[in-house]
């Protein structure tokens, strides 16, 4: 492991946010296992490749279905959510394990058991943040919206998705998430930083750890070598709204009252 100290840059974030990043725009390519410190403090982990056998976790990815949606910055991305989602008021929906659950259980499992590689992954190579983080989801989410035996709750899976600059929204304030990396025939699709002026390589099987809430971050382009080419990333994350999810049977109770006194509203209405 090298420790790389780092100062931030004086940059105009308004220029660089949902704009697509650029190889020009980091001086840096971390192709190592490195810690990205700065004033002494750790704010990136990166692992060149994972000491565990991840075949299974690579194959789950190839048969998942993925989801095609079109982001506010306009870019087109393909995705699949997992773990748990907090509730959702429009739609009237519960706290609850997200579709892959019911629809890919298989896939969900195996994505669910790799939380618990990133979280012992986190721990050794940042024990005090790793410890704070494990002790906000032990105080704050049940048993059940928690994946494994980790810290997260949540998670999603990009395919080939060339990610414009932008902040991560909703996680825990100062923890960080957890993203493994798996490519195949592929050139560049680094994950930039261009704050520090570094870009790290995301070679397969690697994992990245940092702060994506307060770090701005992106994806260079997606070089296809082969037709067939894939580039996928894992993110686990913790998700504060999780924080007021009650159990399964209490998020059931809870809509059931809301829709009551909804109903009682309208005809006291009328």
Request: proline fraction near 4%.
């Amino acid at each position: 492991m090298q420790y790389l100290n780092v100062k931030p840059k004086n940059l105009n974030i308004k220029e660089y946010r949902d704009r697509s990043a650029t190889q020009e725009d980091c001086e840096t390519l971390i192709d190592q296992d490195t810690t990205l410190l700065v004033d002494g403090k750790p704010v990136c982990v990166y692992i060149e490749k994972v000491p565990d056998k991840v075949d299974d976790l690579f194959d789950c990815l190839t048969r998942i279905k993925y989801d095609t949606t079109t982001r506010t910055s306009g870019l087109i991305t393909s995705s699949k959510i997992f773990g748990y989602a907090p509730r959702n008021a429009i739609r009237n929906l519960p706290c609850r394990a997200v579709g892959l659950a019911s629809s890919q259980p298989r896939e969900n499992e195996t994505l669910k058991k790799f939380a618990d590689i990133a979280a012992r992954i986190y721990s050794e190579t940042n024990q005090d943040l790793s410890i704070k983080h494990k002790k906000m989801t032990e105080d704050n989410v049940i048993k059940q919206y928690k994946m494994g035996g980790s810290m997260f709750t949540s998670g999603i899976v990009n395919h080939n998705n060339p990610l414009k600059y932008h902040f991560d929204t909703g996680n825990y304030i100062g923890v960080w998430s957890a993203m493994f990396a798996f490519k195949r025939d592929v050139e560049g699709g680094y994950l930039s930083f261009p704050e520090y002026g570094i870009a790290l390589k995301t070679s397969h099987a690697s994992l990245s750890m940092f702060d994506g809430q307060s770090i701005l971050h992106g994806v260079t382009p997606i070089k296809k070598m082969k037709p067939t080419a894939v580039r996928y990333t894992i993110v686990y994350y913790s998700l504060k709204s999780m924080w007021s999810c009650e159990t399964p049977k209490g998020e059931i109770e809870r809509m059931r009252n809301k829709r009551l006194e909804i109903e009682l509203s309208r005809r006291s209405k009328k």
